[in-house]
């Protein structure tokens, strides 16, 4: 069962979050913000992760607590539910068309934290979410998770549309990262530990 299960409370947030890298797509997601809320339920169907988050947050100060921790706690799962990364396929790489726009995602589940982020937007909100947040999600994620991630947007006008792309993207290039392959003996790496 490659399962991680955590909460954390702070002063400005308490957050627990569920997943199940061996799921179906299914998601139980409230984080009190909507736009969120529905690139994670992304996260979850393409990347066949089953995914519950339930988040309280500091709201009326910002959404970047918010947002930063849930990454936070959902690297963290991550981290625990891969274990010793035994057959694990550790690299994803996916391309998503999103109308007008082409988003790329790579990952290395390397075990060194790593985020190139090449993404432009051009409105600063979508719903009442900043998009600037996106970015904060992303590296808080990929640190605590110790994934290498790259993101890079090739084109796109609509923002809600370059976001979605990025997190379907996501879902697609975890998805095939920690797929088992039990064609592969031991660790994915020359040096036996990843």
Avoid: W
């Amino acid at each position: 069962m490659r399962i991680g299960k955590l909460s954390r409370q702070t002063y400005e947030t308490d957050i627990q979050v569920k997943m199940d890298l061996d799921g179906s797509g299914k998601y139980k997601i409230d984080t009190g913000i909507g736009f969120f809320n529905h690139m994670l339920c992304m996260v979850a169907k393409h990347g066949m992760t089953d995914l519950d988050v339930l988040a309280k947050g500091d709201l009326d100060v910002d959404f970047h607590h918010t947002i930063e921790d849930i990454g936070i706690v959902m690297g963290k799962c991550i981290k625990t539910a891969l274990g010793d990364k035994k057959n694990i396929r550790r690299y994803g790489t996916f391309f998503v068309p999103m109308d007008e726009s082409l988003s790329m995602v790579s990952i290395d589940l390397s075990g060194r934290p790593y985020l190139v982020f090449d993404a432009h937007f051009n409105t600063e909100k979508v719903g009442q979410m900043d998009t600037e947040l996106i970015e904060e999600f992303f590296r808080a994620l990929a640190f605590n998770a110790e994934m290498t991630l790259h993101i890079k947007v090739l084109y796109g006008k609509n923002t809600h549309h370059v976001i979605e792309g990025i997190f379907k993207a996501f879902g697609h290039a975890f998805k095939e990262s920690v797929s088992v392959d039990n064609s592969i003996n031991g660790i994915m790496s020359t040096k036996g530990s990843i």
